[in-house]
């Protein structure tokens, strides 16, 4: 009897070795899956993007309108890091941004100008276009931008 105690005895406390040994493993820091979206969103974005077709939300007044007509097809964002490099006719503007939030192909990202002001907008990667929405006046309204060698 006292040896099958012993026994008992024993194998609970292999196996209890093993289960703590187990649990208290080096894994290493806890995954963001947040933070790696957000990462690999920005990845992705990085290159050269062509301005195909841009629908305000609301109807522009005449410069505007004429602006954005002569940059459909001809404005080109460069995302370069966290920097976006823009030029197009009479237009050459250099931004930072931040992508608040990321999941599968779609991204929440904050486009900063010179002054810190922050305009948002949201995007989903669709094989090589980013269709858009930007949600700030006078820029508000849906876009498409198609990835360029």
Request: hydrophobic residues 45%.
């Amino acid at each position: 009897m006292l040896r099958r105690t012993s026994k008992l005895a024993l194998s609970a406390l292999i196996a209890l070795s093993a289960v703590t040994a187990s649990c208290s493993r080096d894994q290493g820091p806890p995954r963001d899956a947040r933070a790696e979206a957000a990462a690999s969103a920005a990845q992705r974005l990085q290159g050269r993007w062509l301005l195909q077709s841009f629908q305000p939300a609301q109807q522009l007044d005449f410069a505007l309108q004429a602006l954005l007509s002569a940059q459909i097809g001809q404005l080109i964002v460069e995302v370069n890091g966290l920097n976006m490099f823009i030029r197009g006719p009479g237009v050459t503007v250099q931004r930072t941004y931040r992508i608040d939030e990321a999941y599968g192909e779609h991204l929440q990202i904050m486009v900063f100008d010179r002054y810190g002001v922050g305009f948002r907008a949201f995007g989903d990667f669709q094989g090589n276009t980013l269709a858009f929405t930007g949600t700030e006046a006078p820029w508000a309204g849906r876009g498409i931008l198609a990835r360029i060698p």
